[in-house]
């Protein structure tokens, strides 16, 4: 089983993060952008 993870991908470069957070606030090293991105919450069946 896999727990619910926030997915947070940049929209520019394509970077993408992996944490456990309810607000995905990154900032990006490549762009050195902050992004905003909702979390990724799996289909509940």
Known sequence: MEINKSECACSKCGY??????????????HCKKIKKIQEFNLIEG
């Open 16 to 29: 993408t993060f992996e944490e456990l957070r309810d607000e995905c606030l990154i900032i990006c090293p």
